[in-house]
């Protein structure tokens, strides 16, 4: 879907209507045009279709700046969400580009097996201190998705190490998402990744409800109360699995992909850690998405009072500037490692790369010298503020949630029921696909899957720590109307 503005306010186009700084609330003036790919004139001949028709999805970004993707035929995209939560200090900072350059100078690539550098030492320190001490020991990986496997590793050998070979199941939550390797998809909810690969999955995971009070808090129900359901049914899972071969209850604090920036409520974090105490069992958090400042704090399990006993991160670890992600092992672990004077059998060739941590640290200490927790608090509650005022109205808006500089908006066919569209709508995908396009040029992340079963839509916003308030305002101008013109085309069409 392609639009194009009317001729009726030729600066429309030119980001100058009055009152708002890239296009008017009202939608009427935008005509609709079919894709290339849709209209039956195009043919193959065409240079740019034959790429449309390879990528369809895909546009060639030639530079970056600040809150803003550079395109090929020139357009500049708002990148309103980091790609996937991963840009957090915007693209093209001149200090982490030196950083990596001079560590690049130094020493490129060294074998963590035998080894150590500086950076590496730096970061450590870093990371351990923003825990207060909690965590003693780091592995600095390449993914969320090494870091989730790795840690699911780290939960099994602990319990070796503790004389407790028996601990080899899991519980985690439906709805969930911890990366793409067979140990992650084994340990997430997220039924359409998961589904080529279910053969292969191993089978000693099991999954309760998520902590979704939208869609599962009963009418009148007090947190406390639905604190209480959820930790009954971890409490249950424990007795179903025999509580002696659990080693490990995993989550996201705030639940990215899968759900849509879905927090939990006052509480549940320390209900459910204190039935992993009951039973012996750890608590791993998986904060590679809502993790390193996105919510507000560095480490999202600040705001919950609870401290888990493994942790992954990555993404906003460094930016995007190098692909880094974490392990984080508390006291806990670590004590029980050097008692038995054993290491975590476990590495990859590019662990503690030298680029990666002098990319990270560099990020991290811009974020803490320029205060950027606190703004992404700030401008993350204005944000909440408009999105609330100006879609809490919308017919098809059934929540917005998040906190931070992560919030989610689920779009669902019926207000007051809930009821999600039709999966065959591929509503949240439109959405992205619509405000990529002009005159919205902008990015938003989109995901399917947030109402359980493959159903529900939504689509997130997680901007850059430094946006701006004025940034702010056009993020929302023009997600509201990318959603206005999605719909009526949809209503148009007869297709809800």
């Known amino acids: 879907m392609l639009f194009e503005t009317s001729t009726k306010n030729p600066l429309i186009h030119l980001g100058k209507e009055a009152n708002a700084p890239w296009l008017p609330r009202e939608t009427s003036e935008i005509k609709i045009v079919p894709r290339l790919c849709e209209s039956a004139s195009t ?56 950083a990596m350059a001079a560590q690049a100078a130094s020493i490129s690539y060294v074998s963590h097996n035998v080894f150590d550098h500086q950076s590496k030492i730096d970061l450590h320190n870093w990371l351990m201190q923003s825990s207060h001490g909690h965590f003693t020991r780091t592995y600095i990986t390449s993914s969320g998705s090494e870091a989730m496997e790795g840690a699911m590793k780290l939960a099994r050998e602990y319990f070796v190490w503790k004389g407790e070979p028996q601990r080899i199941n899991y519980i985690s939550r439906e709805e969930s998402y911890h990366g793409m390797t067979l140990g992650g998809l084994a340990l997430g909810g997220h039924l359409a990744r998961r589904a080529p690969f279910e053969p292969l999955l191993v089978p000693n995971v099991h999954r309760i409800p998520a902590c979704n009070a939208y869609r599962q808090r009963h009418p009148g129900e007090t947190d406390s109360h639905f604190v209480s359901r959820k930790a009954e049914e971890l409490e249950q899972a424990f007795r179903q699995l025999g509580p002696a071969t659990v080693a490990a209850f995993v989550a996201e604090p705030i639940v990215g992909a899968a759900s849509g920036c879905l927090p939990t409520v006052p509480g549940y974090f320390k209900a459910m850690k204190a039935v992993c105490d009951k039973h012996g069992a750890l608590l791993v958090l998986d904060e590679v998405m809502c993790g390193m400042g996105r919510t507000g704090t560095l480490h999202a399990w600040e705001q919950e009072g609870v ?67 606190s703004n992404v608090r700030a401008q993350g509650e204005y944000l909440a503020k408009l999105l609330k005022s100006r879609l809490c109205d ?70 850059a720590y430094n946006i701006t308030q004025e940034v702010v305002e056009t993020i929302v101008e023009k997600s509201v109307a990318v959603l206005d013109v999605v719909f009526k085309e949809l209503s148009v069409r007869g297709e809800f």
């Open 307 to 373: 401290a888990p006993d493994i942790q992954a991160i990555g993404k906003g670890l460094a930016g995007g500037y190098q692909p880094v992600s974490a392990i984080l092992a508390s006291g806990r672990i670590v004590d029980a490692m050097e008692e038995k004077g054993v290491v975590f059998t476990h590495g990859h060739t590019y662990q503690d790369h030298p680029l990666a941590c002098a990319a990270a640290l560099k990020v991290q200490q811009i974020i803490e010298r320029d205060g950027l927790l």
């Open 43 to 98: 043919t193959s001949s065409s240079p740019s279709l034959t790429k449309r028709e390879v990528h369809p999805r895909r546009l060639l970004v030639v530079r970056g700046n600040g809150n803003y993707l550079h395109l090929a035929d020139g357009r500049k995209i708002l990148d309103a969400c980091g790609g996937a939560a991963v840009a957090c200090i915007g693209y093209s900072v001149k200090e982490v580009i030196d």
């Open 394 to 463: 919308h017919p098809h808006v059934g929540d917005i949630r998040g906190k931070g500089l992560f919030w989610g908006v689920e779009l669902v066919r019926d207000r007051e029921t809930k009821e999600p569209f039709d999966p065959k709508l591929q509503i949240a995908r439109r959405i992205h696909e619509t405000a990529l396009e002009p005159p919205f040029d902008m990015a938003l992340y989109y995901g399917q899957g947030c109402a359980g079963q493959g159903r529900g839509d939504h689509v997130m916003i997680m901007p």
